[in-house]
């Protein structure tokens, strides 16, 4: 059919079954996390994506999550799903339920970004400070809003792929953060940061941090960019402080408001 | 309201299914005919007159999730299906409902993708609904009473019904999901007026059925061939078609050595016995979920200079054939879309096969070129309509499997790889309301082509994927929506842009239909959980 995913069934005989079951949040064995991210992939992330937060306002990486505030609801709701949504029951075994919350429970990006070995302190420094970071991005109540607000950072992207933005921020640039131009028939130039995008209109936060909708139809000109408007810091700050830099980005896991 | 033919005994005669053309106020199949061109004869909404389109009514659904029913329209009455398996009669001119019929039946059924359900067939006063549980309901259609309920298969064994049946004569023909569960596929057929079995059909061969040779010991045991997409029917022929879905289990060939017929085929099977008349298959020995269960649409034109008997078929394996419906040989196959996992087909259309090295990207992804989106044929512009996945590549990987009775078997897995960097991937079934992956990874198109060449006449494209049928009218419009919500109107002929509605940031996972009542031609479609019917401004 036209299933998202695949299987599973295999796994079992993978997952290092003979850990007892205990049901004690926040103590998961990395094998378990690493056997569950396998299973996540073949069976969840086709609707609820690599982030976690692919279904509408579900997003798995909040803690705790609203239906499913212990480990044991969590695999009650991927046992028998929801129903009147688009989330099924997925009946897997035992063994499969059980990385398979370890892996939603520690193993989505935030956890998953590897070890940041720089200071968080001297990274925040350079992040208000000398780095001017603030230019652009927003953390919480600080900063502009001209480019991605990166206060939960550390939960969609790994310290690998924060390091890689540093230093060449156009080459991780996510499309939909592409900076874009548009001329409107009466000439009036809009750039900014794409937000959201369909076949006639396009949602932009604009450099002035205003929010502006376009209908495409109404543009006399329209231009999306491959090239980051972020320079590069590759030489603007040493690789000590670069990683001190990821190491505060990292942190960043959100208000959990 | 005027209600034809009420209390005067059968209102679906045979000779009226037969017949849909000529009556092209209702929509009396999945796909409006038994040639399943979803091509209405109504014309009242025009090129010139398209952008009077005003919101009549809607229907709110009781329930959320992907919403993939094609109503039915008889003289006035909707009948709708919403999930899991509710069927509803409402004024096809008001939205309000007469009655509505609840399934009472268990809830721990076992399906891939979510409780849907597709449709209903209609015949005489009963609409027959297929289950989650895999029964085949019967239904009075006056009142919503259930008239008989025969088991088709063991829901435990991982078997559902979410195809909307199709009714020939007196038959009802139905077929089962479950492919993803390592089931045994059919079709069968019921007595209408019974419920009790007429025929069967299945897809997957036992030693002793012809077609068993490409199997390799008792593989076919579990080797799926589900069915979930209505097919379609040639009275002349006396055949009606249907699409098999893929083997099982799904990517892992290794486990099932041979050509696994009759998996990702279309088969023509005798309406009154069953029997298989021929078979043709897409994808031999599949490897990527690639199942064949679009729509086979049957059109009656000139083939090389002299009138044919064709079969039509946009492939989620991202090659569009032309097949003689009637002895099953292949005339013509085209990509439609980029395709790398074949250079192209052999004179008889087997695919000339160059998988990719592991590791590395196939295209098309997992969910094909096209999928259960219902394409259209229009005799006017003479084009084929296909709702397309352009760009899309997947990477997929095999693993051996064991099988588990009415445990998932999937051979493996596969990851949709996006080409660039960092970039989200676009979600399989449903998207959210706002598109963070953008065109740079995949987008969607209606594609026009010419049947006779397999060659684009024009494209629309739009910014993200569609899992939108597409309808086709007798003025040369053609409606179709996609996963942004709009709700569209293009000119069949050109494919220029005519109209568009936008209903919320939801997603379009089903066909529009047309239909007239009161003397105002409807053109309704599901966008969510809302069915929303148009019609011209009074």
């Known amino acids: ?257 | 309201m005027l209600i034809v033919g009420r209390g005067l005994g059968a209102q679906i005669t045979s000779d009226r299914l037969l017949h849909a053309v000529d009556e092209p106020q209702n929509w009396l199949t999945y796909s409006g005919t038994y040639s399943a061109a979803r091509y209405s004869a109504l014309r009242q909404i025009e090129p010139a007159n398209v952008r009077n389109l005003e919101l009549k009514w809607i229907l709110q659904a009781q329930v959320s999730g992907s919403w993939e029913a094609s109503p039915l329209v008889v003289d006035g009455v909707m009948y709708l299906t919403e999930r899991p398996n509710d069927v509803l009669a409402i004024d096809a001119r008001t939205g309000r409902l007469f009655w509505m019929y609840t399934y009472a039946g268990p809830t721990d059924y076992k399906v891939c993708c979510g409780a849907n359900n597709r449709g209903l067939a209609i015949a005489g006063d009963t609409v027959f609904m297929g289950t989650l549980d895999a029964h085949l309901v019967a239904i009075d259609a006056r009142n919503g009473r259930a008239v008989w309920n025969t088991a088709v298969a063991d829901y435990s064994k991982g078997y559902s019904i979410t195809v909307a049946p199709l009714v020939v004569r007196n038959k009802v023909i139905v077929g089962v999901g479950g492919g993803e569960y390592g089931i045994r596929g059919f079709i069968a057929a019921y007595d209408a007026t019974t419920g009790k079995e007429v025929w069967r059909f299945n897809t997957i061969p036992s030693p002793e059925e012809p077609g068993s040779d490409t199997w390799t010991g008792d593989a076919w045991k579990r080797g799926g061939g589900s069915i979930w997409v209505t097919g379609s029917y040639d009275p002349s022929l006396n055949l009606t078609y249907w699409g098999t879905g893929n083997p099982g289990p799904d990517f892992n060939p290794a486990q099932r050595p041979g050509d696994n017929l009759y998996t990702n085929s279309v088969v023509a099977l005798d309406a009154d016995s069953g029997m298989l008349r021929w078979h043709f298959q897409f994808t031999p020995h599949d490897r990527y979920d690639w199942d064949s269960t679009q729509v086979p649409v049957l059109v009656d034109a000139p083939w090389q200079g002299a009138p044919a008997k064709l079969l039509m078929f946009a492939n989620r394996n991202g090659f569009f054939y032309v097949l003689d419906r009637a002895t099953g040989r292949f005339l013509l196959g085209k990509p439609f879309i980029d395709v790398n996992w074949a250079s192209g087909l052999d004179a008889n259309g087997r695919p000339v096969e160059t998988p990719q090295p592991e590791g590395t990207t196939t295209r098309p992804g997992q969910q094909g070129g096209t999928n259960w989106y219902s394409p259209s044929y229009s005799p006017r512009t003479g084009l084929f309509y296909i709702p397309a996945w352009e760009n899309v590549a997947g990477v997929f990987k095999p693993q051996e499997s064991e099988y588990r009775e009415g445990s998932t078997f999937m051979g493996g897995g596969y990851r949709t790889t996006p080409p660039v960097p960092e970039a989200a991937v676009p979600p399989n079934i449903r998207r959210g309301p706002i598109n963070t992956w953008t065109d740079a990874v995949a987008h969607g198109s209606v594609i026009a082509l010419d049947p006779r060449t397999g060659e684009r006449k024009w494209t629309f494209r739009m910014y993200d994927l569609t899992n939108s049928g597409i309808l086709t009218t007798a003025s040369d419009v053609l409606f179709t929506g996609g996963r942004e919500g709009y709700f569209q109107a293009l000119d069949a002929r050109t494919g220029a842009l005519l109209w568009k509605s936008n209903l919320g940031s939801a997603q379009i996972s089903s066909a529009p239909i047309t239909y007239e009542v009161a003397g105002k031609q409807f053109v309704s479609v599901i966008c969510g959980n809302v069915l929303a019917a148009y019609a011209l401004r009074d």
């Open chain 1, 1 to 257: 059919m036209m299933p998202a995913y695949a299987l599973v069934s295999i796994l079992v005989l993978s997952a290092g079954v003979a850990v007892s079951g205990q049901d004690h949040a926040g103590t998961y064995a990395d094998a378990d996390v690493t056997a569950g991210a396998r299973v996540y992939t073949a069976l969840c992330a086709s609707c609820h994506g690599t982030s976690g937060a692919g279904v509408g306002v579900v997003d798995l990486r909040r803690s705790p999550l609203p239906r499913a505030s212990t480990d044991a609801a969590l695999a009650a709701i991927i046992n028998n799903g929801i129903p009147g949504t688009g989330m099924p029951a997925f009946r897997l075994d035992a063994a499969d339920v059980r990385v398979l919350v370890a892996f939603i429970r520690a193993g989505l990006p935030d956890a998953a970004g590897g070890a940041a070995t720089g200071s968080i302190e001297r990274g925040r420094a350079i992040f208000e400070g000398r780095g001017q970071c603030l230019e652009c991005h927003r953390v919480q109540e600080k900063g502009s809003y001209a480019g991605p607000d990166l206060t939960d950072i550390g939960r969609t992207r790994a310290a690998t792929s924060i390091q890689q933005s540093l230093v060449n921020p156009s080459l991780v640039m996510r499309p939909i953060n592409r900076p874009v131009r548009a001329v409107t028939r009466n000439g009036r130039v809009i750039t900014g940061r794409r937000l959201n995008e369909d076949t006639y209109t396009v949602q932009i936060m604009t450099d002035q941090g205003r929010l502006v909708s376009l209908v495409k139809e109404e543009l006399r000109e329209w231009d999306v960019s491959e090239t980051s408007t972020m320079p590069s810091y590759r030489d603007r700050l040493t690789p000590d402080e670069q990683n001190d830099l990821v190491a505060y980005l990292v942190s960043l896991k959100g208000t959990g408001l």
